[in-house]
């Protein structure tokens, strides 16, 4: 194992713990509550915030992993980690500014996903300078998992009527959809283009 900084070394752990945490979380809401009201695991995992929140969670578990092992992470990671940590900055300003107060879960599992869980994320992201200022020739990055979970949601709406938020309602028709999505991904690559910026911040270097 190589060596680390203590103060490194304690980032990795936290990282990897808050990863655990959101993990929990999630299957704990999942295994305790939602399943007795008939819903399956894709439609769960249909949320966005929940699935967003599951894949960011596993990112932070092999960052901190990855680094507690070979000292750093390599920069494809941190670059998956900034996209995440994008997506969930788009989770934060939809449900608390867009549809606030609209979700099934326990207010507790609400508040932690909506809000602590991005802050977090952000704070770590923009104060902790062990990732390496991404390109911007690869903000690009940002697109692709949210337009495949666009378009699966929006399949999913045309055949068997299921979608995960009112806003995208097969009814609403194409128009309003079409300006729904191109909403939405501009503001993922705004989310986006705010964290290859913070990227370029050096407040703390932990190495």
């Known amino acids: 194992m190589t060596t680390l900084r203590p103060a490194a070394r304690l980032i990795a752990v936290k990282r990897a713990l808050v990863g655990i945490v959101v993990i929990g979380i999630l299957i704990h809401t999942y295994v305790n509550g939602i399943p007795a009201r008939g819903a399956n695991p894709f439609d769960y995992f249909g949320y966005f915030t929940n699935l967003t929140s599951l894949l960011t969670g596993g990112i932070l578990v092999a960052t901190g992993v990855v680094t507690l092992v070979a000292g750093s992470a390599p920069r494809m990671l941190h670059a998956v980690r900034g996209v995440a940590v994008a997506c969930m900055i788009v989770v934060a300003l939809v449900y608390n500014l867009v549809v606030p107060g609209t979700g099934s879960a326990p207010p507790w599992v609400s ?39 666009l378009v699966v949601v929006l399949v999913r709406g045309a055949t068997d009527g299921w979608v995960p938020y009112g806003f995208l309602l097969p009814e ?36």
Request: charged content about 10%.
């Open 111 to 149: 508040l932690t996903l909506h809000l602590v869980f991005p802050l977090l994320l952000v704070f770590d992201w923009l104060l902790v300078a062990d990732r390496p200022a991404l390109p911007w020739r690869r903000l690009w990055l940002v697109l692709p998992y949210p337009i495949v979970w």
């Open 172 to 207: 609403r028709g194409i128009g309003a959809l079409s300006a729904t999505t191109a909403g939405l991904l501009v503001a993922l690559l705004a989310a986006g283009a705010l964290v290859w910026l913070m990227s370029r911040a050096r407040f703390f270097a932990a190495r």
